[in-house]
């Protein structure tokens, strides 16, 4: 499985990005597709995932202001990301989980700043 970020940027505070996440290859083997992120100096984080059967769930931190969806028709995950905050500014990466193991995007950066 291959994955493509898109929609990342630089943001003012209190702004929206939305990101995308297009997969290719075996989509069907794929049980749960997810984004994380990380910033300068700390560990990759779970943000948000969504799973097969479309139950959702979201890091403490992102709950209220993002929103995980996709459109299986495009096979692409989204990533709606509401009232930005400079915590936020980090390289947001995609995943998918299958039989296959796991598959990341390349990474896309977001950038909360005034």
């Known amino acids: 499985v291959q994955l493509v970020e898109s929609g990342g940027g630089l943001v003012q505070p209190g702004g929206s990005l939305r990101l995308s996440c297009e997969a290719s290859?075996?989509?069907?083997?794929?049980?749960?597709r997810g984004w994380y992120r990380q910033a300068p100096g700390k560990q990759r984080e779970l943000v948000a995932r969504i799973i097969s059967g479309g139950r959702t769930n979201y890091a403490d931190s992102v709950k209220g202001r993002f929103t995980i969806s996709r459109d299986t028709n495009k096979n692409t995950v989204y990533l709606q990301m509401n009232s930005l905050k400079p915590t936020d500014t980090a390289v947001y990466y995609c995943?998918?989980?299958?039989?296959?193991?796991?598959?990341w995007g390349q990474g896309t950066q977001v950038t909360v700043s005034s």
């Open positions: 995943n998918a989980v299958g039989w296959f193991g796991v598959s």
């Open positions: 290859g075996s989509i069907s083997s794929i049980s749960a």
